[in-house]
Every structure is written in structure tokens, then in C-alpha cells.
């Protein structure tokens, strides 16, 4: 089992970058494939980024290809996401969430956090 924390959200201007950090508890963190997802309000959760347990495969949404750089560090039990030349479009709740295997699918993650707001203005 594993429980993870967002961290790293707030308000920027357009073209302006933030790193979101989730903080992961559980020995086995390293097992896990970690994804990013976002929520905007009236929309569904969609998967923006993922990093399998070696950190060797990323996937990312195609609206944040070239912008946005996921990572992660095992023996920190934490993973990150560094969000370049953000859009308005990008304002939302942003979740991070665990679980074994790749998956872009928000309800095939069984780990999530509670979330940390990512506001861009223009």
C-alpha cells in the first residue's frame, strides 16, 4: 500500500513554470507506476504524465508533450513534475496516483492524493 501528498501548486502568469512533488509513503513506492492527472472544473480527471518504477519510461497527454518533464526519485520515495510555458488551459486540480503497472486510465489507480490547485492566468 502506498499513500502519497501533492505539493508545488499556485497561481502563475501565462508562460510561467511551476514543479508539483508527490510525496509517497510505503516500501514498495518503487514498485509503482506513478502517474499526474488533472481535473478542471466541470471536466473529467485526464491523465497528463507517467513514469514507470525505473524511471525509464514516461508517458505524457499530448496537449503537455515538449512542456511539461515528469521524474522520479526511488530513494526519495518522491516524484515530480515540472510544468514549463504553462497555458490558462492547464488551470486545474492536479492528483497524483499510484498503482502496478502502465496505465493512462484514471479508475485503474487504486493510490491517489487529494490534490494540489494549479491556477495559470493570462
Known amino acids: 500500500q502506498v499513500q502519497v501528498v501533492e505539493s508545488g501548486g499556485g497561481l502563475v502568469q501565462a508562460g510561467g513554470s511551476l514543479r508539483l512533488s508527490c510525496a509517497a509513503s510505503?516500501?514498495?513506492?518503487?514498485?509503482?507506476?506513478m502517474g499526474w492527472f488533472r481535473q478542471a472544473p466541470g471536466k473529467e480527471r485526464e491523465f497528463v504524465a507517467g513514469?514507470?518504477?525505473?524511471?525509464?519510461?514516461?508517458l505524457y497527454e499530448d496537449s503537455v508533450k515538449g512542456r511539461f518533464f515528469i521524474s522520479r526519485d526511488n530513494a526519495k520515495n518522491t516524484i515530480y513534475l515540472q510544468m514549463n510555458s504553462l497555458i490558462p488551459e492547464d488551470t486545474a486540480v492536479y492528483y497524483c496516483?499510484?498503482?502496478?503497472?502502465?496505465?493512462?486510465?484514471?479508475?485503474?489507480?487504486?493510490?491517489w492524493g487529494q490534490g494540489t490547485q494549479v491556477t495559470v492566468s493570462s
Open positions: 513514469i514507470s518504477w525505473s524511471g525509464s519510461a514516461a
Open positions: 496516483a499510484a498503482r502496478y503497472g502502465i496505465s493512462r486510465l484514471p479508475y485503474e489507480y487504486k493510490y
Open positions: 510505503g516500501r514498495t513506492f518503487s514498485s509503482y507506476f
